[in-house]
């Protein structure tokens, strides 16, 4: 291909974008092309600038400088509908759909006059089968958005696109809920896409993915663009290094020496809560020793297996067991006295409380009992002493012991909390979601920590959606699907595929 | 028992309850317009003393009566600009503002009459709305002089609330405002403007729930006094709960609350009403209304974003 030819193919380009939030510089001058029937990935680690810069493209967001060109003609900043208009459709991360509402009544939405009296619903149903036909997005029309899976839903985003007549395609880290068929399923459709003559910006951060789907890579660390590379002219380990910008050494897994059963669940079934799945008769052990992994797709039941063991939640049947020190009631309070240590999903909403100081939160479990209650007073001066240490201990960056918690970047909120649970000395610890949204180097330590506390003879339970994740550090690992819990598997004897067989529950019916 | 069954088969208390619920209707529909979008518009009881005050005055001062309800109305939605810039793109809290609007417009409308008729003891009287019978309709017994006898602003009423029903599930734009206050999110992803949508249907409820209270004004009394709305505005909060936020369900609660009401008035008069304090009259139709509302809310959808402010998302 000449470059005559391409420049007639560009049908994107964005000229050094640039977008400042306060200090942060979240893109840098960014400057890329788009060309037709392409797919570009988009790879940076979270806080990269990904979402922001195409945010901008799509009009959520306006840059501060820059311009952006689609067709050749200049896209007015700002404006979603602009955008659409143009032939740019997205696929956010988050999905944009009203779950109230039907299939159908979300693709349409905005997509007629306003004062337009009737709605086409006829045409367009069939346009839209037509669509699902075409690409093999097969949902059905009338469907709730809140009964859909979530990869129908994600079908219902892209089909709001082609719906549209998109001709650029972007998709924001569309594989972080999807099981590994799903992913294929996806990747099938967007190839039908590009067979079509559509371009597609694919945002991930997973390199397999990015190896598997693109032709191109662009590569974002801190808001610039610091990499382009042709697929093929690179490999996994490469594109790691310019994304993170150094040498990364992944944890190395030491042999476990598993011991005592410190906590054990017998057909356990919990009651579903509003959007929360309960556990169907599950059966767990956790042993000293060991990092007992948690697969599945988010929202199958691990966030009731989390409250359960947090004490948020108790069974409802089935038995539930401790090593030692049976409890009358199972509370938080005894779940903490018990020895569990929680790491929470969301550090956030119930990891801490925003507006109390590094000092408050490190003490929030333990200011009941001495030192840091002492007769019904609380000793402020032995509660800062032990944040000061763990602070030093965890290197949580943070201006001081004093300073609001709201104020610290989700990583080093995420060592404050390692710390307060580490130093509690727990004999089982729930880690659910421990590395969601931090950066790599955040990555690595919060994961050598859980590996160093298994080593010291704690039962971990690690609860992942990123199965990479779940692979790279369990010891045993168990799938999750519609609130049921595989067979243990130990470590190598599954590969993601077989696993993904279980994420959507399809070994759970061949085994019984 | 008996007396109950008289009141019932009389023409005049279904005529009754039909008026009774004529403002609560133009104003339920204002209210669910609202929240439909995703605000709770508690300037409504306000909002309709405005209404029956600017209405009443427009015509004290001459206007004929179509144009005191536009007067009405304007003013309605002039309040719900007001209500609009601070709830949407402001985000402010919908319960401060709301309340806020309430005392305000009240004070303004009470201010104003005060400063137009400084001198008057006894409330000043305008020609209200006659009623008109549609012909051979209002020839049906019970059912004729109950429904098809009444003034034009309750057959407008029901005009009103079959449109409401219409516009949001037959039109792109009812579809738009749902969206709105399920998600709007979805919304500003689908290239539409989620302050234009909010604004405007606040605006417009705004002018419906000032009509509501131009009804009073100029169609059930014939003049202003103080404290005539009378909580009708809360009352219709309560009725888009019963409602579960759609027009039809709306209607029926309204007509509901008004037979109540119109049932209790009557009641009084009866021998019932010589033993029974009278006070306890007034309240069957507060408590039939709270039981109601315990039984029809149950499985109530509420729009899914009712009361959250939506930005952009700009950090």
Known sequence: MTDKTTAQDIVLRLNRITKRFGSLTANDGISFELRRGEVIALLGENGAGKTTLMNILFGHYTADEGTVEVFGQPLPPGEPGAALAAGVGMVHQHFTLADNMSVLDNILLGTEPLWKLGMGRGAARRKVSDLARDFGLVVDPDARIGSLSVGERQRVEILKALYRDARILILDEPTAVLTPQETDALFETLQKAVAQGLSIIFISHKLHEVMAISQRVLVLRHGKLVGEVATQATDRHKLAEMMVGAEITPPAPREARPGAVLMSLKAVSTAARGNQTGLRAVDLDLRAGQITGLAGVSGNGQGALADLLSGLEVPQSGEMHLAEGETARWTPRAAVAQGVGRIPEDRHKTGTIADFSLTENAVLESYTKPPIARRGWMNWREAEDQTRAIIEKYDVRCPGPEARIRLLSGGNMQKLILGRVFEAAPRIILANQPVRGLDIGAVTYVQEQLIAARDAGAAVLLISEDLDEVLALSDVIHVMSEGRLSPEFARGTKTPAELGVWMAGQGFDDAA | ?315
């Open chain 2, 1 to 315: 028992m008996a007396d109950i069954i008289d009141i019932l088969l009389s023409a005049s208390f279904w005529a009754a309850a039909v008026r009774i619920a004529s403002p609560l209707i133009f104003a339920t529909l204002g209210e669910l317009i609202c929240e439909r979008a995703g605000i709770l518009n508690l300037g409504i009881e306000g909002i309709m003393v405005l209404g029956a005050f600017t209405g009443w005055l427009a015509v004290y001062y001459g206007a004929d009566l179509w144009t005191g309800v536009a007067v009405a109305m304007g003013a309605g939605m002039l309040f719900g600009l007001l209500h609009a810039t601070l709830t949407v793109p402001f985000g402010l809290s919908q319960h401060v503002v709301g309340l806020g609007i309430t005392l305000l417009a009240t004070s303004v409308a009470y201010f104003a009459y005060r400063l137009a008729l400084p001198q008057v003891t006894s409330p000043p009287r305008i020609t209200p709305f006659q009623p008109y019978e549609i012909p051979l309709l209002s020839d049906i017994p019970i059912l004729g002089p109950a429904l098809f006898a009444q003034t034009p602003l309750t057959y407008l009423a029901f005009v009103l609330a079959f449109a409401v029903w219409f516009t949001l599930y037959r039109t792109p734009l009812g579809l738009a405002l749902r969206a709105v206050g399920e998600n709007p999110g979805a919304v500003e992803a689908q290239g539409l403007s989620v302050t234009a949508l909010r604004m405007g249907a606040v605006m417009v409820g705004s002018g419906f729930m000032a009509v509501g209270g131009a009804f009073l004004t100029m169609s059930a009394f014939s003049s202003f006094f103080f404290e005539m709305v009378n909580g009708r505005g809360w009352i219709c909060i309560a009725l888009v709960v019963f409602g579960a936020w759609k027009p039809g369900k709306a209607v029926l609660g309204a007509l509901l609350f008004a037979g109540f009401d119109a049932l209790q008035i009557r009641l009084q008069q009866t021998p019932l009403g010589a033993e029974i304090p009278y006070q306890i009259f007034l309240m069957i139709p507060y408590i039939l209304s709270i039981l109601a509302l315990i039984f029809m809310s149950r499985r109530a959808e509420v729009p899914a974003a009712l009361m959250v402010p939506y930005n952009r998302g700009e950090r």
